[in-house]
């Protein structure tokens, strides 16, 4: 992640620390992935992250979005998280997806 800029860097960080604590054990992965992983990002660029949850519902999508937004205002950058639970992002159809290719391919693990 050494191409972020450092602005970026500690909001990729923060998100991913709140995350585990806010969601402990039901936090399974998550990947930073699009421009920002691809260093092909500019000024007006999103930080793309993936997060699967071994559970999903509302609670989680909520508590997700709303660290996503803290965040977001904090360091003014504009956080856009994509959630999956484990079995949506698994499902035998999804790895056909060019999503979850691209996920697998370029994302970054944190």
């Known amino acids: 992640m050494g191409h972020l800029s450092e602005k970026d860097y500690l909001a990729v960080s923060k998100f991913s620390r709140s995350l585990r604590e806010a969601l402990e054990g039901n936090l399974e992965e998550i990947r930073l992935f699009g421009s920002k992983a691809r260093s ?21 999508d909520d508590q ?13 950058v504009f956080i856009s998280p994509v ?4 079995d949506e992002y698994f499902a035998p159809l999804a790895r056909y997806t060019l999503f979850f290719q691209n996920t697998q391919r370029e994302g970054i693990p944190l």
């Open 40 to 60: 092909d990002d500019n000024w007006e660029s999103d930080i793309d992250f993936l997060v699967i949850v071994k559970h999903r519902n509302a609670k989680v």
């Open 64 to 76: 997700i979005l709303d660290i996503a937004f803290e965040i977001s205002l904090d360091f003014d």
């Open 83 to 86: 959630v999956f639970s484990h």
